[in-house]
């Protein structure tokens, strides 16, 4: 008994010393490792050189299509509507017939009565069909004269002082994507919208294709002026703190430099005041970096936009 006692608490020394020893080994292991210097972090980016635009100051309004002129037809006659020679989009001349009226006064045979037209145009609406009844307060159709089309718009209070009678504009509608039409100011409302804080604005364009429909969504655009800038691109500014900075490659570091923007022009964007003009800024890889990151430069991005 006195044996097994021996034996048991040799063990237990065997285990105490053989867990020391491995507890040792861990110890000796975290202190070789933490005395290792850290692996060196290199960020790889891209850079670009600063590059020099034409820079256009634009004034964007929005609005919709609205007919030159709209008027409606109307029989002198009373009676029943027994025909009606034209159709919606039918392009109609000052006195052509349009519709042939049936008079109904009892006692009396009258020549069907020929509706004729008094001003050119195109059909937007048919009110009254075949059978209807009509007299000289209905009207039976209107007609839209669309040769040449209003565009109406509401433009920021803040801009209308760069808006004139006669300026030229860029028409965009969503219509017809890529494609430009040209117009020219005819009208500006003296009053302004107290809510909106918006001036309507009328232009006009001419739509001898009858393409431009009235009711249309439509973009406008006035070039104001033009002026040389100095532009980077858009992915290479970086916002810290409500602050727009870039980084600059210098010397195998990340140089966070603060920037004045301006505006934007397709992918690249003016900057006003921060930058010379000769500096290698990095533009890939930007918003993950920090001042005095040590970078790599892996490629030089192209200077084409």
């Given at each position: 008994m006195k044996i097994f006692r021996i034996i048991i608490v040799l063990i237990l020394v065997a285990l105490v010393a053989f867990i020391g020893y491995r507890a040792s080994q861990n110890i000796q292991a975290k202190k070789?490792?933490?005395?290792?210097?850290?692996?060196?972090?290199?960020?790889?980016?891209?850079v670009v050189a600063p590059a020099k635009l034409e820079i256009a100051d634009k004034v964007h309004a929005v609005g919709s299509i609205q007919s030159d002129a709209e008027v409606s037809i109307f029989s002198k006659v009373a009676g029943k509507i027994a025909n009606n020679l034209v159709k919606m989009g039918s392009v109609i001349t000052?006195?052509?017939?349009?519709?042939?009226?049936?008079?109904?006064?009892?006692?009396?045979?009258?020549?069907?009565?020929?509706?004729?037209?008094?001003?050119?145009?195109?059909?937007?609406?048919?009110?009254?069909?075949p059978g209807a009844s009509v007299n000289p307060n209905s009207p039976i159709m209107n007609l839209v004269d669309i040769d040449l089309v209003k565009v109406v718009v509401a433009v920021d209070e803040k801009k209308i002082r760069f808006i004139g009678l006669g300026q030229s504009a860029r028409v965009t509608l969503e219509a017809y994507p890529g494609e430009a039409f040209?117009?020219?100011?005819?009208?500006?409302?003296?009053?302004?919208?107290?809510v909106s804080r918006t001036i309507d604005v009328e232009l006009s364009t001419p739509n001898p294709a009858h393409r431009i429909k009235p009711g249309m969504y439509v973009e406008v655009e006035w070039t104001i002026s033009s002026r040389p800038a100095?532009?980077?691109?858009?992915?290479?500014?970086?916002?810290?703190?409500?602050?727009?900075?870039?980084f600059l490659a210098a010397d195998g570091l990340a140089k966070m430099v603060p920037v004045a923007i301006g505006v934007v022009a397709g992918d690249a964007i003016e900057i006003v005041s921060g930058l010379a003009g000769g500096e290698k800024v990095i533009t890939t890889g930007a918003g993950q970096l920090n001042d005095k990151d040590k970078i790599r430069v892996v490629e030089k991005s192209a200077a084409g936009y």
């Amino acid at each position: 008994m006195k044996i097994f006692r021996i034996i048991i608490v040799l063990i237990l020394v065997a285990l105490v010393a053989f867990i020391g020893y491995r507890a040792s080994q861990n110890i000796q292991a975290k202190k070789k490792a933490m005395s290792q210097p850290a692996p060196e972090i290199i960020v790889p980016v891209e850079v670009v050189a600063p590059a020099k635009l034409e820079i256009a100051d634009k004034v964007h309004a929005v609005g919709s299509i609205q007919s030159d002129a709209e008027v409606s037809i109307f029989s002198k006659v009373a009676g029943k509507i027994a025909n009606n020679l034209v159709k919606m989009g039918s392009v109609i001349t000052p006195g052509q017939v349009v519709s042939v009226v049936n008079r109904d006064e009892v006692g009396y045979d009258y020549k069907p009565y020929e509706v004729k037209s008094d001003a050119k145009g195109v059909v937007a609406r048919i009110l009254l069909n075949p059978g209807a009844s009509v007299n000289p307060n209905s009207p039976i159709m209107n007609l839209v004269d669309i040769d040449l089309v209003k565009v109406v718009v509401a433009v920021d209070e803040k801009k209308i002082r760069f808006i004139g009678l006669g300026q030229s504009a860029r028409v965009t509608l969503e219509a017809y994507p890529g494609e430009a039409f040209a117009a020219k100011v005819t009208t500006i409302s003296p009053v302004g919208n107290a809510v909106s804080r918006t001036i309507d604005v009328e232009l006009s364009t001419p739509n001898p294709a009858h393409r431009i429909k009235p009711g249309m969504y439509v973009e406008v655009e006035w070039t104001i002026s033009s002026r040389p800038a100095t532009v980077v691109p858009l992915a290479s500014i970086i916002d810290r703190g409500g602050q727009k900075y870039v980084f600059l490659a210098a010397d195998g570091l990340a140089k966070m430099v603060p920037v004045a923007i301006g505006v934007v022009a397709g992918d690249a964007i003016e900057i006003v005041s921060g930058l010379a003009g000769g500096e290698k800024v990095i533009t890939t890889g930007a918003g993950q970096l920090n001042d005095k990151d040590k970078i790599r430069v892996v490629e030089k991005s192209a200077a084409g936009y």
